[in-house]
């Protein structure tokens, strides 16, 4: 089911953009064609910048408790020290609040910027595909750490979901011009 999830998103990501190149389609506001004429470093610096606080959120939630952590591959850190099922569920929850927080405030801010639609669509893109790519039940997931804490792991997947897909809609309405922020 992963992978045919996984496959859609992948087809749907590659088709749209390429049917809609020569047309002027507008996908819940947004005129695709207008995408085509972005400035694509600042785009793509914003993507990195966007995992980079993902992962920055974590690191931040174990330094603020104290926690004795490491690092296990690229981006995956593991904590030493016991911790209580409240501070699991904010290890988990912690790189999510700290990325979907932060583009919901630059999408408000600086809506307009090429950085900010990377960020943004980096947010919606890792958060969305989250359950293919590690497992919600298993850990190391985020959404398992979650779980393991007692809370809702797929609950808290659909806002974290929502709210970044929201983030990302923000700056790439084209604005009206009696729009303000």
Same mark, same amino acid.
């Given at each position: 089911?992963?992978?045919?999830?996984?496959?859609?998103?992948? #087809?749907?990501?590659?088709?749209?953009?390429?049917? *809609?190149?020569?047309?002027?389609? +507008?996908?819940?506001?947004?005129?695709?064609?207008?995408?085509?004429? +972005?400035?694509?470093?600042?785009? &793509?610096?914003?993507?990195?910048? *966007?995992?980079?606080?993902?992962?920055?959120?974590?690191?931040?939630?174990?330094?603020?408790?104290?926690?004795?952590?490491?690092?296990?591959?690229?981006?995956?850190?593991?904590?030493?020290?016991?911790?209580?099922? !409240? =501070?699991?569920?904010?290890?988990?929850?912690?790189?999510?609040?700290?990325? $979907?927080?932060?583009? &919901?405030?630059?999408? $408000? &801010?600086?809506?307009?910027?090429?950085?900010?639609?990377?960020?943004?669509?980096?947010?919606?893109?890792?958060?969305? !595909?989250?359950?293919?790519?590690?497992?919600? =039940?298993? &850990?190391?997931?985020?959404?398992?750490?979650? =779980?393991?804490?007692?809370?809702?792991?797929?609950? =808290?997947?659909? $806002?974290? !979901?929502?709210?970044?897909?929201? *983030?990302?809609? #923000?700056? #790439?309405?084209?604005?009206?011009?009696?729009?303000?922020?």
């Amino acid at each position: 089911m992963r992978r045919l999830f996984m496959a859609f998103l992948i #087809l749907v990501s590659l088709l749209v953009p390429a049917l *809609s190149a020569a047309m002027e389609w +507008r996908v819940q506001g947004v005129n695709l064609k207008w995408l085509s004429e +972005r400035n694509w470093k600042q785009v &793509l610096l914003g993507a990195g910048a *966007s995992v980079a606080v993902h992962w920055a959120g974590h690191v931040l939630y174990l330094e603020s408790q104290g926690k004795n952590w490491h690092m296990q591959g690229a981006l995956e850190e593991h904590c030493e020290d016991p911790m209580t099922d !409240t =501070e699991w569920q904010w290890f988990g929850r912690s790189g999510f609040v700290a990325q $979907v927080g932060t583009a &919901l405030v630059l999408s $408000v &801010l600086t809506k307009d910027s090429d950085f900010t639609r990377g960020f943004c669509a980096v947010a919606a893109w890792e958060t969305t !595909t989250y359950p293919v790519f590690w497992s919600m =039940e298993e &850990l190391p997931g985020d959404f398992a750490l979650i =779980e393991r804490g007692g809370g809702n792991g797929w609950a =808290e997947w659909a $806002v974290y !979901t929502a709210a970044a897909w929201a *983030s990302l809609g #923000l700056t #790439l309405k084209e604005r009206e011009p009696n729009d303000r922020l």
